[in-house]
């Protein structure tokens, strides 16, 4: 085991805005970075064809949505490295507009993926974080326009200053349930699974920011972000490149130590995006 090895682990990086993250940390970042993904064979592409830019990441599987499999990085992680420096949640799905998937499987796998897989990814990799450690879930703008459209008790429990991870899950898994019940709208409901779920991940950053604030490990910060209108597999017609895409989570990653903010936050082009409850009302920026 290296304690002093450094190491940054970058969530679905195969392609896209992910695998354009780990080309920017491999130039910026004084330690080991991990390419995963849920594929092998595309990982280890991925890591080939950085390597021809004398980059060298390096790869490990993971699919977030596989318990087993995340436990495998920790424990691999745990062993090799004794701990982890950087976190940046990338990882997700999207169904196209024109799917004809059924919307109530839309809503259980996207959020399963997107919203719980992340959860999941957090739950086995924080104990392993060092004092001085940066987390990043990359989120989007679709999240605060999805709370923007929903019912006015679901907004306030979603921006809630003091909501707990626990109360968010059960808020996630009640529009699962409701829109499996056919109860959706009638609720207050976006029809948005997309949204829906990354929502989720912006509710979680603050909720995280505020339990890691009673934490004795110092100076771990916490933050998510939107990309912006990235052209990946995922919105084949977005007017930035994958590495433009890639700026603020790299900014947030590579927060300065002792850097002490931003905390908690929901950032667009590397500036904050104000959207929890501020004391007068409504106070966020859906576009």
């Given at each position: 085991m290296s304690d002093s090895k450094r190491v940054a682990v970058v969530t679905g990086s195969n392609k896209g805005i992910g695998f354009a993250t780990v080309r920017a940390l491999c130039k910026n970042f004084d330690g080991d970075v991990y390419v995963t993904a849920r594929d092998e064979g595309r990982g280890q592409q991925a890591v080939q064809d950085l390597e021809k830019e004398n980059l060298h990441p390096k790869f490990h599987q993971l699919d977030i949505t596989s318990k087993e499999s995340i436990d495998k990085l920790k424990e691999f992680?745990?062993?090799?490295?004794?701990?982890?420096?950087i976190l940046v949640n990338n990882a997700a799905i999207a169904y196209k507009m024109k799917s004809t998937v059924p919307f109530?499987?839309?809503?259980?796998?996207?959020?399963?993926?997107?919203?719980?897989?992340?959860?999941?990814?957090?739950?086995?990799?924080?104990?392993?974080?060092?004092?001085?450690?940066?987390?990043?879930?990359?989120?989007?703008?679709?999240?605060?326009?999805?709370?923007?459209?929903?019912?006015?008790?679901?907004?306030?429990?979603?921006?809630?200053?003091?909501?707990?991870?626990?109360?968010?899950?059960?808020?996630?898994?009640?529009?699962?349930?409701?829109?499996k019940?056919?109860?959706?709208?009638?609720?207050?409901?976006?029809?948005?699974?997309?949204?829906?779920?990354?929502?989720?991940?912006i509710a979680l950053t603050a909720v995280q920011a505020r339990a890691m604030a009673g934490d004795s490990r110092e100076d771990i910060l916490i933050n998510c972000c939107c990309p912006g209108n990235?052209?990946?597999?995922?919105?084949?017609?977005?007017?930035?490149?994958?590495?433009?895409?890639?700026?603020?989570?790299?900014?947030?990653?590579?927060?300065?130590?002792?850097?002490?903010?931003?905390?908690?936050?929901?950032?667009g082009e590397k500036k904050v995006i104000p959207w929890l409850i501020d004391g007068a009302g409504m106070n966020f920026d859906p576009l």
């Open positions: 992680l745990e062993k090799n490295y004794g701990g982890l420096d109530s499987e839309q809503a259980e796998v996207s959020l399963g993926c997107n919203f719980f897989g992340t959860v999941d990814v957090c739950d086995a990799l924080f104990p392993l974080l060092r004092p001085h450690s940066r987390v990043v879930h990359v989120a989007s703008r679709a999240g605060t326009i999805t709370l923007g459209n929903m019912g006015k008790e679901l907004v306030s429990k979603f921006r809630s200053s003091t909501l707990t991870q626990t109360e968010l899950i059960s808020l996630m898994n009640q529009f699962v349930s409701d829109v019940a056919g109860n959706r709208d009638a609720n207050g409901w976006h029809n948005s699974a997309y949204g829906t779920s990354k929502l989720g991940v990235v052209a990946t597999d995922m919105y084949p017609q977005g007017l930035k490149t994958p590495d433009q895409g890639a700026e603020t989570p790299v900014y947030l990653a590579l927060l300065p130590v002792n850097a002490g903010k931003p905390q908690g936050e929901f950032l």
